[in-house]
């Protein structure tokens, strides 16, 4: 992490005059965001700690600092490994500079629900706790797969000749399928597209119309594959410093968090009927292709995790796959 950017987080904190608590009986947590303030995420992370701190006088508080403007999204998981805030919302693909494993999250295809029930959020926490310094708190979106976006049809999956804009989540796959890959920051996605720096883009299922990116995509090519993973995370420290009570209270909201993650299935078909509406065409292959390009992209995956870790790897595809 740069000094300028040390510098301005910093004066953030500072500035904010963060403290422990107003009393010994309440703590603050100071949360920042990986991810836009006028996205869909942080906006429904915003409703969620409005209740928190409504429901949580006397016991923890939550102050958001704001979004990449306070730190930048590749910076985030950094901030929360070093204690510079206490949580954030992010995607494992924005810290895999901490912690490569956090990709690895993208390959579960089972409910969260059911991750909390059969030992994968333990498994998560004893690597994050052990390589991290972290906590894995809450998963808060699911149902949302990647499609990839482009601004020229294809008729077969494969990009090649197309230069794609890329993160960690999908970079082994797209470059499995031929695409020259290139990376940046979502706030720099719509120039490329303007500039024909790029001929498309990965991305979830919902948020294009957040960042205006719809303006300058013809096409998404289905199906989906993975599932966009954004989560809470906290310090270690920070977290095993909370009193039992104050612990409690936050895995209760948590839980209630997660509970609301049926909105995003209706999110998901209300995007894609939005951006029917925008003019962007849907590229489907037939029955045989696009399994074969669904297993693809889990092969893929799954082979770049056993090379990153392999005992991770195996231990963490056996929990994030269906019950046969």
């Known amino acids: 992490m740069s000094p300028r950017v040390l510098k301005k987080m910093a004066a953030l904190l500072l500035a904010a005059g963060f403290a422990a608590g ?17 996205g869909i995420y942080v906006q429904r992370l915003q409703t969620w700690i409005q209740k928190f701190n409504a429901e949580g006088k006397g016991v923890l508080q939550i102050n958001f600092i704001g979004g990449p403007k306070a730190i930048p999204s590749f910076e985030v998981g950094n901030a929360v490994k070093t204690g510079v805030v206490d949580m954030a919302l992010n995607t494992g693909a924005f810290y895999t ?24 959020f333990d498994a998560i926490n004893k690597v ?7 906590q894995y708190l809450a998963r808060m979106v699911e149902n949302q797969p990647f ?11 494969d990009l090649a000749g197309l230069k794609v804009r890329i993160t960690p989540v999908y970079r082994d796959f797209f470059q499995a399928l031929n695409a020259s890959v290139v990376t940046t920051a979502p706030g720099e996605v719509y120039t490329a597209l303007e500039r024909g720096v790029v001929d498309g883009y990965g991305w979830p299922i919902g948020g294009i119309f957040d960042l205006n990116w719809h303006e ?16 809470l995370i906290m310090n270690l420290p920070a977290y095993r410093r909370l009193s039992e009570p104050q612990r409690a209270y936050l895995q209760k909201q948590l839980l209630a968090l997660e509970g609301e993650n049926g909105f995003w299935t209706r999110y998901a ?33 799954w082979a770049g995790a056993e090379k990153q870790s ?9 929990l994030f796959s269906p019950s046969r």
């Open 22 to 38: 107003v009393s010994a009986q309440e703590a603050t947590l100071r949360l920042v965001s990986a991810f836009a303030e006028n």
């Open 97 to 120: 500079n901490v912690m490569p494993e956090a990709d690895f999250l993208k390959l579960t295809r089972i409910p969260v629900a059911e991750q909390r029930r059969n030992g994968a």
């Open 128 to 134: 994050w706790n052990d390589k991290g310094n972290m």
């Open 147 to 157: 499609h990839i976006y482009l601004n020229k049809k294809i008729d077969k999956p």
């Open 216 to 231: 300058r995509t013809k096409f998404r090519v289905d199906p989906g594959f993975y599932d966009a993973e954004v989560s």
């Open 269 to 301: 078909q209300e995007e894609t009927a939005r951006q029917e509406k925008a003019g962007i065409q849907a590229v489907k292959f037939d029955a045989a292709t696009s399994k074969a390009f669904v297993d693809r992209a889990y092969q893929v995956g």
């Open 310 to 318: 392999p005992e991770i790897a195996a231990r963490f595809k056996a």
